[in-house]
């Protein structure tokens, strides 16, 4: 190893096990604490990930390097068979041990921004990193010996050259495998733990390789310093006692985190579904959604009243999140107001009281979610259109079919969860990942979400798929002409629902005709056939000789080709006998469409045919393209796109409601709550709340403003935006109509008053209005 005569000659040694054993503990302390900090990281960007990035630093170059080599060093016994050598040990320069300290902390903090945050693992960025940490590992180690002031250390080359290869390959190997566990959420605690072992034993055998080759010859007349060597073991002993405590509070918020899941599963929460330009879900760093509880339960009046889309309050939460300046100045006061409100005061009067007070509380847990995300309350996102049962231990519930009535038949989740959605931009996703949020794909994530909601992994990716794309203009109609069937049936319990398709719940079944526009001609034609049936029309366009006399006065083979066959394929889709007795509406609806660079007004024109639907159709039942949902809610869905007139009708209306008991606070100061310690580790803003931005608005994304007038129309004026007559989708009139308690009372309801101008603070009716009053109005099939 090291040959020759030395002169003084070189010192005997031996290594004192107790030392080596510590020494070990002590790295893979500082080792695991460093793990448990960089899964934290989630971006480059902001404080958060900087205090992060410093302190996984620290404790590796601090904690499971530095103090790792003095205190494995303090076993080292120099001339061990010799009596009284205790003043022969060695002893250290505390400049080169202050700098020993402080050089691999800053290679560490170059190494790990290198390696980066990213989800994809860069293998030649992980590689580069993973060197750089590795050779901060010996050089500290050759810094710290540097340092020794009483000895001349002599090296043995091959064995330098070993200690660096464990050095370097051991980090790569452990950085290696936790950012690939990290990526795909797998990186359970013992796991962390494993890598945490593989690092800490590249630095201890990088150390002990190179301790053995490594021998001492005593300077001259240098002596050691005793209180120097006892003062470095006191700094290991404090920082070893600091990563201990640190590791203990991420084991404390870990423990509680798993608790609170448990306890959120009983309740009603709100919980933010966010996703990025590449439809990536935001998340927390250990893979759960940002949620706010919002209450322990719903109080309702009875068992089939449940908190679903047919309830008022769900209707009214749902308005609110597409038009959240509706809330401007109100939050403060609905806090004071919730603070003095106490439901065991309440008695006759609690459930009226009750669905008052049960919005103060969303709008409470809506504001705190935008807090905790450090986004304004009008960048949270709408409302999804489904609310998911929490606490199912069993999967048997039918994801996305009716599934505020198979709930029932699950036997009721002990919680519910509400989802706000929203997708952000790329500079918007990368502002959130510097305040401590990830994005992933749904997958690496769905089983703790899972876990976390207690919600079944297949209820969950039924419903985060169908949220990715929720609210998004690929989902609306293409621009042009459709045909559409309206079909409403009376509810089993109460009311009315309408059929929808199951991927597209806020309008209509529809099939697209392969025209841009209707011409006059068109439109005569449907006024001419106004209350044919799908059957009769489809036989007439069939027949021999052209049909009707309307058919040959239309003399339009193109049109009368593409209707017949849009009617074939909505029927088709639809699977139940029932479409062929709805007769047409002579009067096209204009809805909202996507904008294309051939068609920018973003309106798209639907025939409609319309019926009263059985009660007892089965085959549509099983339909899985289609389903159906409460009609108030549907007309609610017509009413909440960007730039309605509704929305300054709601604003007042909720500011008129809530004012009364909700003092309007303009500028309310932030109220202290009780944070747990896996809240305190996110950093939140230093101001207030976050209210709605000044001058803030939807981006429209279609030119669905458009579609809005401001003039009174009579039932005799034309409702279509275009020149020849249709149904407007927003108006300034309104429609009454009642819906049946049972099946027993569908009897035609008389339009003879139908129609009557609205005040300001009003409502107003959309053409599904219109169109159920139409359908109770008729039989159908009387042509």
């Known amino acids: 190893m090291l040959a020759g005569e030395y002169d003084p000659p070189l010192a005997p040694q031996r290594f004192a096990a107790g030392y080596i054993i510590l020494s070990y503990f002590v790295s893979f302390l500082g080792s695991l604490s460093t793990l448990e900090l960089l899964q934290r990281r989630t ?45 022969l040990q060695l002893a250290y320069s505390s400049t080169f041990t202050a700098l020993s300290f402080f050089v691999p902390i800053l290679v560490l903090f170059l190494a790990y921004l290198l390696i980066g945050t990213n989800e994809d693992v860069g293998y030649i960025r992980l590689g580069f990193g993973g060197t750089f940490a590795g050779l901060s590992i010996c050089g500290m180690h050759y810094l710290g010996q540097s340092g020794i002031e009483n000895y001349r250390s002599h090296y043995a080359v091959n064995y330098v050259v070993a200690s660096i290869f464990i050095a370097v390959s051991s980090t790569i190997g452990a950085l290696a495998i936790f950012f690939i566990l990290r990526k795909n959420f797998t990186n359970n605690w013992y796991k962390r733990a494993l890598c945490a072992m593989i690092l800490s034993g590249g630095v201890s055998g990088m150390h002990w390789c190179a301790s053995v080759g490594t021998r001492y010859q005593l300077r001259g007349d240098s002596g050691l310093n005793r209180d120097t060597r006892n003062a470095t073991v006191i700094i290991t002993i404090v920082l070893s006692v600091f990563v201990c405590v640190l ?80 809330l401007s100045g109100l939050i403060g006061g609905m806090r004071q107001h919730l603070q003095h409100y106490n439901p065991n005061s309440h008695t006759a009067d609690f459930v009226e009281d009750y669905s008052f007070v049960f919005r103060e509380m969303f709008c409470i847990a809506a504001q705190d979610l935008a807090d905790g995300t450090h986004r304004n309350l009008d960048d949270l996102g709408v409302l999804y259109d489904e609310i998911i049962t929490t606490g199912v231990s069993v999967s048997n519930m039918i994801p996305g079919k009716n599934s505020e009535y198979t709930d029932v038949e699950a036997g009721h989740g002990k919680g519910k969860i509400l989802f706000l959605i929203k ?76 059929l929808v398709r199951v991927d597209r719940q806020d309008s209509l079944p529809t099939a697209q005709l392969s025209m841009s526009a209707l011409e006059t001609r068109h439109i005569k034609f449907l006024k001419e056939n106004e209350g044919v049936g799908v059957g009769r029309l489809l036989s007439d366009m069939g027949a021999e000789g052209g049909g009707s006399h309307s058919l040959q006065a239309l003399n339009d083979p193109p049109f009368v080709d593409s209707l017949k066959e849009a009617l074939e394929s909505l029927s088709d889709d639809i699977g139940d006998p029932f479409f062929a007795d709805s007769v047409l509406v002579p009067q096209s609806i204009a809805v909202p469409c996507q904008i294309t660079p051939e068609n920018d007004s973003g309106v798209a024109i639907i025939i409609v045919f319309k019926t009263l639907m059985p009660v007892h159709a089965r085959a549509i039942n099983e339909s899985p393209k289609m389903d159906f949902v409460p009609f108030r809610f549907f007309s609610l869905q017509q009413r909440c796109f960007p730039y309605s007139v509704d929305d300054d009708v709601h604003a007042r209306n909720t500011h008129r409601e809530f004012s009364g008991k909700a003092a309007d606070v303009q500028k309310p100061t932030r109220t202290l709550s009780k944070r747990g310690l896996r809240d305190s580790l996110i950093p939140w803003p230093n101001s207030g709340h976050r209210f709605l931005s000044p001058g803030s608005s939807r981006p429209s994304t279609s030119s669905e403003k458009k579609l809005v007038t401001t003039s009174d129309l009579s ?68 042509h």
């Open 43 to 87: 971006s480059h960007r902001g404080l958060y990930n900087w205090y992060l990035l410093l302190g996984s630093s620290v404790t590796m170059g601090g904690v499971a390097i530095w103090s790792m080599h003095f205190v494995g060093n303090r076993s080292i016994v120099l001339y061990p068979n010799s009596v009284g050598t205790d003043q």
């Open 423 to 498: 997708k952000v931009a790329k500079d918007e996703a990368a502002n959130l990942t510097s305040t401590g949020y990830r994005f992933t794909d749904i997958s690496n994530v769905l089983e703790i979400i899972s876990r976390s909601t207690q919600v079944p992994k297949e209820t969950l990716i039924h419903h985060l798929s169908s949220m990715k794309t929720y609210n998004s203009p690929e989902r609306m109609l293409q621009p042009g002409v459709h045909v559409g069937c309206f079909a409403v049936r009376a509810n089993v319990n109460s009311g009315f629902e309408i």
């Open 715 to 782: 039932p005799s004026t034309s409702l279509n935006p275009f020149a020849s007559g249709g149904i407007m989708v927003s108006q300034t009139v309104s429609v009454e109509h009642a819906e049946a308690k049972s099946p027993m009372e569908l009897q035609p309801m008389g339009p003879s008053s139908a129609i009557t101008v609205k005040d300001n603070d009003q409502e107003m009716p959309t053409w599904v209005d219109i169109l159920f009053k139409a359908v109770m109005s008729t039989s159908p099939g009387q």
């Open 247 to 326: 590791l203990l509070a991420f084991a404390v918020v870990t423990s509680r985190a798993r608790k609170m899941e448990g306890i959120r599963a009983q309740k009603i929460v709100l919980a933010s579904a966010t996703f990025d330009h590449d439809g990536r879900l935001m998340v927390l760093p250990d893979g759960t959604l940002p949620i706010k509880e919002v209450t322990d339960c719903f109080e309702e009046k009875s068992f089939e009243e449940t908190l679903g889309k047919s309830h008022p309050v769900f209707h009214w939460i749902y308005q609110t999140t597409r038009n959240w300046k509706s």
